[in-house]
């Protein structure tokens, strides 16, 4: 085989072991900065701060006596603070044994409830935290869509006769009124013929006048899901399905029932690219569950892309309060989704495939990086909030295990012994371990 045939292969695992690095370290740094900031205010010593394991390759020690360091193995970090034995905050026994007594407050382990259950809680906040301003910036920058719903910028499609302008605003189509963007949306889809071109009764200039444009929803490809058959094949963000199996389609919609009736039967679409050319891909729908409003989740066949107005929306800006509470609830469906989510694969409900390890996750943020800065930034926010649910789970070596024992010690009023600390801790690395060899599994032989 010519080496050169090679390259573009190395180059797509290069870029794609990068951003999993890029979006693991910021995640990591992240969550491991609320340890430590909130540790040290409240009066808890930090001897290293770390991002990476392993052979170090640059430290510096800073005014409050802290080592931060960067190491070689870009995938973790850790805050070690005063009397710890490991990076887990285990109790190191013979070092707190010599500590002198005045210094003891400092240590993790001689500080009081309130300051460990606060600096150990904070890792998960922070993770929180960063998922709800990077949506909520985000959100910002988007804006919103304007009432009244109008034009912004028409997309690039295959379709002749149009006559909407940006601007205008849509007041109803095919003779069916506008309802306000969000509110009713889809019943406007369902009822709207497939034509490819359709009549639109817009204001203009102060004047109500009949337009042509096209289906509000063609089938257009606006975006491709990660590790699916559409991000596999030659389509991108962009192109417009014309035509399945030789059959001229017009509306998004008409593609879903086409894939969703499949039952995974191979299909033959004809597209068109905004440069003008057409082409034709086969592609095979997989089986994909998706979580559902009432909390459980429905087998679909899917090939992985996402659909789009054929214009721009006109935006508004949105205000930063507004905006944070939409991230706040954005935040809180992740970890809602998530929660459901894995309980259905532990029932057995939905496969449990639906778990990624190492090598899922780093496709996913090689696919996000590809799409834009935008695409990967979010993704981010998204793994954070995912990163710090897990690490609230109630299992030793994790931040959710810590708290648990700290509960144990408000009710009981006395700290679990070092000896039962180090078998749980024991059983926690163990259960931990495992479920990242299963997730690795499925990385390796899911389909």
Sequence with gaps: MDILTLLPQFGNIFMTLLAFVVCLSVIVAVHEYGHYIVGRWSGIKAEVFSLGFGPVLFSRMDKHGTRWQLAALPFGGFVKFLGDADAASGKDAEAMANVPPERLRQTMHGAPLWARTATVAAGPIFNFILSIIVFAAIMMTQGKTAEPFAVGALKPLPVVGVTLEPGDRILA????????????????????????????????????????????????????????????????????????????????????????????????????????????????????????????????????????????????????????????????????????????????????????????????????????????????????????????????????????????????????????????????LTLVLSLMLFALFNDIFCP
């Design 173 to 428: 189509i095919e003779g069916i009124e506008m309802p306000e963007f969000g509110e009713g949306f889809d019943d406007l889809l369902d009822a709207l013929p497939t034509r490819a071109l359709l009549d639109y009764e817009v204001e203009r200039d102060g004047r109500r006048i009949t337009a042509q444009g096209p289906h509000l929803m063609p089938p257009l490809i606006s975006g491709l899901a990660p590790q699916s058959s559409a991000y596999a094949s030659a389509m991108l963000p962009g192109d417009v399905i014309t035509a399945i199996n030789g059959v001229p389609v017009a509306a998004f919609g008409e593609l879903k029932e086409v894939v969703e009736s499949s039952n995974g039967a191979e299909l033959d679409l004809q597209l068109w690219r905004p440069d003008g050319a057409a082409f034709d891909v086969a592609i095979t729908p997989r089986r994909v569950d998706e979580p559902q409003a009432d909390g459980g989740f429905k087998t679909e066949w899917r090939i992985g892309i996402a659909g789009g107005l054929a214009f721009e929306p006109a935006t508004e800006t949105l205000g930063p309060v507004e905006a944070v509470g939409n991230a706040v609830v954005q935040t809180g469906e992740i970890i809602r989704s998530s929660v459901s989510g894995l309980y259905h694969m532990v029932t057995g409900a939905i496969s449990s495939c639906n778990m990624s390890g190492p090598i899922g996750i780093a496709q996913v943020s090689g696919a996000m990086a590809s799409q834009g800065p935008e695409s990967f930034i979010w993704f981010i926010a998204v793994l954070s909030t995912a990163v710090g649910l897990l690490n609230l789970f109630p299992v030793p070596v994790l931040d959710g295990g810590h708290l648990v024992f700290y509960a144990y010690e408000a009710v009981t009023g006395r700290p679990p012994s070092d000896k039962a600390l180090r078998i749980m801790m024991t059983v926690g």
